[in-house]
């Protein structure tokens, strides 16, 4: 399962409005894919469909989906937003990253 903070819950349902798409029926995608400074980096974007293969949740009224083999690194993840002087954006609470690059943007088991 993946959770979604109240701060994060507000930042999507706003964006997905801006882009067209409807929080109520549309998903947020997380996903992980290689790359970045710790070796694996996240992935954020709005989707209308769900795959077969895709898992489904719903947590703080914001649907999501993830592919089978992203959900195994992000179990337990927090998706969270922080919009303070530094200006991160999206933040992942992961509890099964050991390892995080400084700007929280990638990770390693």
Known sequence: MIQ???TAKQRVINLMTEEGF???KDFVRVGVKSGGCSGLSYELKFDEIAGEADKVFEDNSVRIIVDKKSFLYLVGTTLEYSGGL???G??????NAQR????GESFSL
């Not at 999206?90 to 509890?95: A, K, L, T």
């Not at 995080?100 to 700007?103: D, E, H, I, N």
């Open 100 to 103: 995080t690059c400084g700007c």
């Open 22 to 24: 409807d929080a109520s």
């Open 86 to 88: 530094n200006g991160k």
């Open 4 to 6: 979604v903070s109240d």
């Open 90 to 95: 999206f933040v992942f609470n992961n509890p």
